[in-house]
Structure formats: structure tokens, C-alpha cells
């Protein structure tokens, strides 16, 4: 039961996501460890494994953050199911790779939340949107290796 060791880490990331991470923004926006969270465990765990993770992690990430509720309890697994399908048809070892599926995920991820927002009635400008998704993206993708090495222990 060595995958169970992975829950814990999502919780000291999402902790961490909203402690320490809130006061290190850069241009309004910071790395968002649980969504590196969700494609750790789609790249490591069967898919019952990575859905509840990705389940887990998307509420948690719903319970820390203002705005609609439940919009990334839904899409956290959309994402880890993506991921897990997409890694079986691409080997997905090195960190580069493993950097450039994180930083599209997160485009997507934000792409999307930002489009649902939008579509609620939420006003947000054009420029501020494409900050947010373009800057979280890099910095979710630079720190997604030390996410891989750190979370390394409760998997191997």
C-alpha cells in the first residue's frame, strides 16, 4: 500500500500552495503544486489510483481557494485521466518532457477555468487572463522537477 504514502504529500503540497506560495507571487501568480500533483500521480499510479488522487487533490484545491466550488474537483481528474491515457501511448521519463506536460496542462487547466468564469459572468480582462495563464504555467513547469523528486519517496 506504497501509494497511499502519495496522500499526505498532496495535502503538505496544497498547505504549502496556500502558505508559503501565497507570499512568493510573481506577476499575481504562483506554481500550483497540486495540479503537478495530479500528473505525478497519473504518471506513477494505475488510473483508480490517479483518479482518486486527482479527486482528492481537485477538492482540497476547491476548499483552499475562493471561487466556484467544485470546478477543480471535476477537472482534476479530467486531467490525471488525460495524463495517464496520454503516458501509456508516450514514454513520459525525462524531466524536460515531464516539464512540457506540466506546463501544457496547466494552460489548459487555467484556459479552461478562466473560460467557465467568463461564461458565469465573471469580468476579467483580456490582459490579466493571459498573464495568468501564461506566468502560472512557467512557474508550475520550473518547479515541477522538485515536485517529481520530492514526492519520489511515496512511490518508490
Same mark, same amino acid.
Given at each position: 500500500?506504497?501509494?497511499?504514502?502519495?496522500?499526505?504529500?498532496?495535502?503538505?503540497?496544497?498547505?504549502?500552495?496556500?502558505?508559503?506560495?501565497?507570499?512568493?507571487?510573481?506577476?499575481?501568480?504562483?506554481?500550483?503544486?497540486?495540479?503537478?500533483?495530479?500528473?505525478?500521480?497519473?504518471?506513477?499510479?494505475?488510473?483508480?489510483?490517479?483518479?482518486?488522487?486527482?479527486?482528492?487533490?481537485?477538492?482540497?484545491?476547491?476548499?483552499?481557494?475562493?471561487?466556484?466550488?467544485?470546478?477543480?474537483?471535476? *477537472?482534476?481528474? $479530467?486531467?490525471?485521466? #488525460? !495524463? &495517464?491515457? +496520454? @503516458?501509456?501511448?508516450?514514454?513520459?521519463?525525462?524531466?524536460?518532457?515531464?516539464?512540457?506536460?506540466?506546463?501544457?496542462?496547466?494552460?489548459?487547466?487555467?484556459?479552461?477555468?478562466?473560460?467557465?468564469?467568463?461564461?458565469?459572468?465573471?469580468?476579467?480582462?483580456?490582459?490579466?487572463?493571459?498573464?495568468?495563464?501564461?506566468?502560472?504555467?512557467? *512557474?508550475?513547469? $520550473?518547479?515541477?522537477? #522538485? !515536485? &517529481?523528486? +520530492? @514526492?519520489?519517496?511515496?512511490?518508490?
Amino acid at each position: 500500500m506504497k501509494k497511499w504514502n502519495f496522500l499526505p504529500i498532496i495535502l503538505v503540497l496544497g498547505l504549502l500552495q496556500v502558505t508559503i506560495l501565497d507570499y512568493l507571487r510573481f506577476f499575481y501568480a504562483r506554481p500550483d503544486l497540486l495540479l503537478i500533483s495530479v500528473a505525478v500521480a497519473a504518471l506513477v499510479f494505475d488510473l483508480r489510483s490517479s483518479l482518486i488522487f486527482g479527486l482528492f487533490a481537485g477538492l482540497l484545491k476547491d476548499v483552499f481557494s475562493p471561487g466556484v466550488f467544485g470546478l477543480n474537483t471535476v *477537472l482534476f481528474p $479530467l486531467w490525471g485521466y #488525460l !495524463v &495517464f491515457r +496520454l @503516458s501509456r501511448l508516450i514514454p513520459i521519463e525525462e524531466d524536460i518532457l515531464r516539464m512540457g506536460l506540466v506546463f501544457i496542462l496547466t494552460v489548459l487547466h487555467n484556459a479552461v477555468m478562466g473560460v467557465l468564469l467568463i461564461s458565469q459572468g465573471e469580468m476579467i480582462s483580456f490582459g490579466i487572463f493571459l498573464r495568468i495563464v501564461v506566468v502560472q504555467a512557467i *512557474l508550475t513547469a $520550473l518547479v515541477s522537477p #522538485l !515536485v &517529481f523528486k +520530492l @514526492s519520489k519517496p511515496a512511490y518508490s
